[in-house]
Every structure is written in structure tokens, then in C-alpha cells.
């Protein structure tokens, strides 16, 4: 008999039920008693009122991780890209180690993976004052030059004629 109740398909919800106070058959047999079902019908409420509240809680906990696994996955995507930026600006620059793991700087904050990608915006503005600055020097030897070349193909203007 206590291995037909171990394999009841209802033993648990009877369990669970009783924990609560309830009783399992008693909720199911059938009653004329007025007060009887006005109690049950409260008793039955209060359990629905607690079963979505946690499924409210589960529903924001499951929200919250979605959240969380964007920002992280935008984080990553945004480092990558401000990574393959600088790579394209400075190719022959010396590359990295390659980080195993995206937390593993947390014992060394100066080489954090975390760290790098929190500096991505104020090194990439860096490199793109330094591009401008390298095309700013540029075009001004490229305009002194060409000053300085109009200057000598210039005609001297012969002096005035008398």
C-alpha cells in the first residue's frame, strides 16, 4: 500500500494541499453548506492571489536576466566593434593577448577586459583627434606647398611700360 502511495499520480497535491491546510478530497467532494463554500471560495482566492503574485515575481525575475544578458551582449558587441576600429586605424599597432574570459581582468583591474571596455569611447576619441590631427598637418604642408609652388610658377609681372 505505501508503494501505491509513493506512485499516486495525486499523492503530492494532496500533500501540498494538506501542508497548507487543505485537504485535497474535502476540496473536491461536494458541499451544500453555504458557509462551507463561501470558505472554500475565499480559501481558493487567497491561493490564487499568491500563485500570481509569484508568477509576477517570476515573470520580472525572467525580464531582469533577459535585460541583463542584453546589456551584456551589447557591451561585448560594442567592445568588438570599438576593437575592430581601432585595428582598422592603427594596423600595425602590437594586438593584445587575447582575453579567455570576460571577467578574468578582476584580480588585475590594469588589464580587465571589464576596464577596456569601459575606456572603448574615450580611446576611440583619441585615436580620432589623432587621425584629424595627422590630416590637419597634412593639408596645411599641402597648402603651404601649393602656395609656395603658385608663388614661383608666377609670372613676374613685367614692370610697367613707359
Known sequence: M????VHDPLNFMR?????????LPGMVAPTFDVEELDK??????????????????????????????TTVGAVQAMGKMASDAAK?????AP???PQPHFFQG???PAHSTLSDAAMWPWQMMQ???????????????????????AAAVKPKSSRSKK
Open 127 to 149: 585615436q580620432m583627434r589623432e587621425q584629424m590631427q595627422q590630416h590637419a598637418e597634412a593639408a596645411a604642408q599641402a597648402a603651404t606647398a601649393a602656395t609656395a609652388e
Open 15 to 23: 500533500n501540498m494541499w494538506g501542508n497548507m491546510g487543505f485537504s
Open 40 to 69: 472554500r471560495i475565499k480559501d481558493m482566492k487567497a491561493v490564487e492571489g499568491w500563485l500570481r503574485m509569484n508568477l509576477s515575481m517570476l515573470q520580472m525575475t525572467i525580464q531582469g536576466l533577459e535585460m541583463q544578458r
Open 88 to 92: 582598422s586605424l592603427a594596423p600595425d
Open 2 to 5: 505505501a508503494d501505491d502511495q
Open 106 to 108: 578582476v584580480a588585475d
Open 95 to 97: 594586438q593584445p593577448p
